[in-house]
């Protein structure tokens, strides 16, 4: 049994068409990445600030520095985060199987199914207007420290991302950050990636292109647990 906040909008059948396919692409603003504003989803609302909140000490270590990987991640600023969005474990409110990634679009939650009856929860950014999209997919593969290519239509609009055109090089200041998942509807890639990302503000905000967004230490977490291949819904 699906939960009220998901019941409220029904699931795609499988197969169904992912809205505006190729036409967006992955972006996120980078520090170090020239134009943070040509990464952006055009006409996006500025970030709110949220106001600062008291974070708890096991808050402050999950979302530490990791400093034993590639390259090194900041300890992220979690009293920028709502706590709503701070990764938990909770009862599965989706009815999906073990295994499958649920992006809820409405509450800005990204569920990964456990066992049990229960999921994990991690708060993620969405697409903002004009770049929804929403269908059953899957992840086709995923990749650490990943390069960065925008998609043509991406350079279109911002010609300053000419110099990417074939890609950037991973690293701190990449746009998909430490961990990319890749989204496929059957043997086509939509483009679109959920990825990392190390703004805290656009956490439980509309502000991409069409990727979803999480924390360097969410996304690290996701890509430790979620297999190639799992079922993907986006609603």
């Known amino acids: 049994m699906t939960s009220p906040v998901l019941s409220r909008r029904s699931f795609l059948a499988g197969g169904a068409a992912?809205?505006?396919?190729?036409?967006?692409?992955?972006?996120?603003?980078?520090?170090?990445?020239?134009?943070?504003?040509?990464?952006?989803?055009?006409?996006?609302?500025?970030?709110?600030?949220p106001l600062p909140t008291s974070v708890p000490p096991d808050v402050q270590a999950m979302y530490g520095a990791i400093t034993d990987d590639l390259y090194p991640v900041r300890a992220a600023r979690m009293e920028l985060v709502p706590a709503v969005y701070w990764r938990q474990e909770v009862d599965d409110p989706t009815?999906?199987?073990?295994?499958?990634?649920?992006?809820?679009t409405t509450d800005r939650f990204l569920y990964h199914v456990g066992e049990n009856g229960r999921a994990t929860r991690y708060g993620v950014g969405i697409g903002a207007a004009g770049f929804e999209w929403s269908g059953r997919a899957h992840i086709a593969y995923k990749r650490a420290w990943p390069r960065w290519t925008p998609p043509s239509e991406m350079i279109d609009r911002h010609p300053e991302l000419e110099?990417?055109?074939?890609?950037?090089?991973?690293?701190?200041?990449?746009?998909?950050?430490?961990?990319?998942?890749?989204?496929?509807?059957?043997?086509?890639?939509?483009?679109?990636?959920?990825?990392?990302?190390?703004?805290?503000?656009?956490?439980?905000?509309?502000?991409?292109?069409?990727?979803?967004?999480?924390?360097?230490?969410?996304?690290?977490h996701l890509y430790d647990h979620v297999r190639s291949g799992a079922p993907l819904v986006v609603a």
């Open 18 to 49: 992912l809205a505006g396919l190729g036409l967006a692409g992955c972006t996120s603003s980078a520090p170090g990445l020239v134009a943070a504003s040509a990464i952006s989803a055009p006409n996006a609302p500025p970030a709110a600030k």
């Open 95 to 104: 009815g999906e199987k073990p295994g499958t990634v649920i992006v809820d």
């Open 163 to 220: 110099q990417y055109r074939h890609g950037m090089e991973p690293g701190p200041d990449n746009p998909l950050g430490a961990r990319a998942l890749y989204i496929h509807q059957g043997n086509r890639d939509t483009i679109y990636r959920i990825h990392g990302n190390q703004d805290e503000t656009t956490i439980g905000k509309a502000v991409s292109s069409g990727c979803v967004r999480m924390l360097p230490q969410d996304i690290i």
